[in-house]
């Protein structure tokens, strides 16, 4: 908010329109109190009017702006209407450093005439003014191509009531209720009963009864969404449907992540939340990038977080234990796994991003019998099929870059086109960088020499907690995966260094020998340590050789 103490322009019509809407109204508890309101395709100023001189006026951004509604009186005796305005502008924190958005409620009362219905309609149409230009001044990224959430919106939210500490149902009534009837979002709540429950959900749903899926819950609701999406026939329009998440979990990373995309200051626990659910009601859509995950079962899984081995992964799964203390318990799995900390054993290649064009969404369809299985329906030289007794890794030799090898991938890329057939057809994504899992990776791959590793981590969003801003400059669509490995020999305090300094993003400055960054487009982990942990999006899945390549802007994400 701003403070102006400049008068109003007297040659604006009252209650019209003259360049802007003016009116005056009253306040509603006190008929003796009236105000000048101006509406602008970019703000609303509210002005006393008073016989003192020095008059302010407070000026509200339309950006800040989720919704208007109008409404008659409690009780018949009264002949006004109302209509209230809902803002979330930044404001100074009460108690902390900074700003966050905070509820601002403008209520006015119009009383023109005797005639209650007419009170009615004059409410109606500035809260209908104010609706409708909130709706263009919403916060846009420059260089970002937005699409726009239908509106009525039809919103089918899933809340998982046992993420985090178990809160999510009631964090969601108690901070984002509230805010979509503000905004006026329709929605149809939905507690998950057991795992898997949304996947199976959205696999089977109408989905053109939806505007869009939200989640309420961690991370991992989400990757359960995605794969459900992925795992219909008409896969190509469900991951479409625009996605949204709002914080209920511990890690929180997209949602994290989103607030950071917004270019905001940093926001934690309610306020992140509060943050999320404004940009929901905004209604904007970007796109987001998926990785398409290989194991060596043959099952093929779709992720939008990240993909760990090693230390990484043993504290997400490790701390689950401590889940009822919220996010902390990331930390008590830090300081636990480095009290006894491990080294693994394994191979490690991949596709830098400066070796491969930017893969495009490319789909084949083969003659395979449906299935709800989704890796039961890929074309046979796409599924990975690894052979126990062979690294394909081990015996990769000629580490120089062969440019013919880069110019036969980018001409299979770009003459690759959806075939038709003509009867039983299942269509499938292809992943055209990877090569077969029992096969040796392309000579355009880079090879990692060691065979030691801490941890390996590709990360395709900025934070990976709440409070890990892990690749200070990511975006959701930026096509990338990046990778992080770290090798044995770091020591402890070291380590621990790491992980605090990634709280402010500064890990990268910290020069240590041991942390090595990537921008891939693929990658390929074979473990050789026996036991140990791999996950995808904090779920844990089968251990043992595991691929993966990016595909750029596939599902569509509500952002800011």
């Known amino acids: 908010m701003e403070k102006d103490a400049s008068a109003p322009d007297p040659s604006r019509q009252r209650n019209g329109f003259s360049g802007v809407l003016y009116g005056e109204f009253t306040d509603t508890l006190n008929d003796g109190v009236r105000y000048s309101v101006s509406l602008t395709e970019s703000a609303l100023t509210i002005q006393r009017i008073s016989s003192s001189p020095g008059r302010t006026k407070v000026v509200f951004n339309l950006s800040d702006c989720v919704g208007c509604r109008a409404y008659r009186g409690p009780d018949n005796v009264d002949i006004g209407a109302y209509f209230t305005a809902y803002f979330y502008p930044f404001k100074r924190r009460w108690m902390s450093a900074g700003v966050a958005r905070q509820r601002v409620e403008q209520c006015f009362r ?10 009615l309609r004059e409410a109606e149409r500035w809260a209908h003014a104010i609706r409708d230009a909130s709706v263009l001044q919403a916060p846009r990224r420059d260089g970002v191509v937005y699409t726009e959430l239908r509106r009525p919106c039809r919103t089918m939210i899933l809340v998982n009531p046992h993420s985090g500490r178990g809160q999510a149902l ?16 329709s929605y149809t709540l939905v507690i998950t009963e057991h795992q ?22 961690g ?28 914080p209920g979990g511990s890690g929180n990373a997209l949602a994290a992540s989103i607030h950071n995309y917004s270019q905001l200051p940093p926001a ?7 943050s999320c659910g404004f940009m929901l009601c905004k209604g904007l859509v970007g796109s987001l990038d998926l990785v398409s995950v290989h194991l060596a079962s043959r099952q093929r899984l779709f992720s939008f977080l990240s993909l760990a081995w090693g230390f990484v992964a043993d504290v997400d799964i490790e701390s689950e234990k401590y889940r009822h203390v919220g996010a902390i318990r990331f930390l008590m799995g830090t300081l636990v796994r480095l009290a006894s900390l491990r080294v693994y054993q394994g191979r490690l290649a991949y596709l830098p991003a400066k070796e491969a064009p930017k893969p495009s969404k490319k789909i084949v369809k083969a003659t395979h019998p449906t299935s709800t299985s989704l890796c039961s329906s890929f074309p046979c030289h796409l599924i990975p099929n690894v052979s126990p007794k062979q690294s394909s890794l081990t015996n990769c030799i000629d580490m120089n870059i062969n440019q013919n090898s880069i110019t036969n991938s980018s001409n299979l890329i770009n003459n690759m086109r959806p075939e038709t057939q003509s009867n039983n057809m299942t269509t499938s994504l292809v ?10 990776v392309p000579e355009n791959w880079t090879v990692v020499n060691e065979e030691d590793f801490v941890l390996v ?7 990976l907690a709440e409070d890990l801003w892990t690749v200070p400059g990511a975006m959701a669509d930026d096509g990338l995966i990046h990778l992080f490995y770290v090798t044995a020999g770091i020591s402890r305090p070291a380590l621990l260094r790491l992980f605090l300094a990634m709280e402010k993003g500064s890990h990268l400055a910290c020069g240590c020998p041991h942390l090595v960054y990537e921008k891939v487009r693929a990658l390929r982990l074979e473990p050789i340590s026996q036991q140990g942990m791999i996950t995808v999006d904090g779920e844990v899945v089968e251990y043992g050789p595991i691929q993966a390549q990016v595909h750029p802007g596939m599902a569509k994400l509500i952002c800011g």
């Open 110 to 119: 119009v009383a023109l005439v005797q005639d209650p219905l007419v009170n």
């Open 170 to 185: 009631q964090l969601f009534t108690g901070h984002i209720q509230a805010m979509l009837t503000e905004a006026s979002v």
């Open 196 to 217: 898997n429950h949304a996947r199976e959900m959205v696999r089977n749903a109408d989905l053109s009864q939806w505007d869009a899926l939200v989640i309420m819950s």
């Open 219 to 246: 991370d991992g609701l989400l990757f359960e969404v995605i794969n459900g999406l992925m795992e219909r026939e008409d896969w190509q329009q469900a991951i479409q449907t625009p996605l949204g998440i709002l």
């Open 268 to 274: 934690w626990n309610e306020e992140l939340l509060l």
């Open 431 to 440: 992943d055209s960088l990877l090569p077969s899992l029992d096969q040796q």
């Open 457 to 463: 981590l590709a990360i395709y969003q900025s934070h």
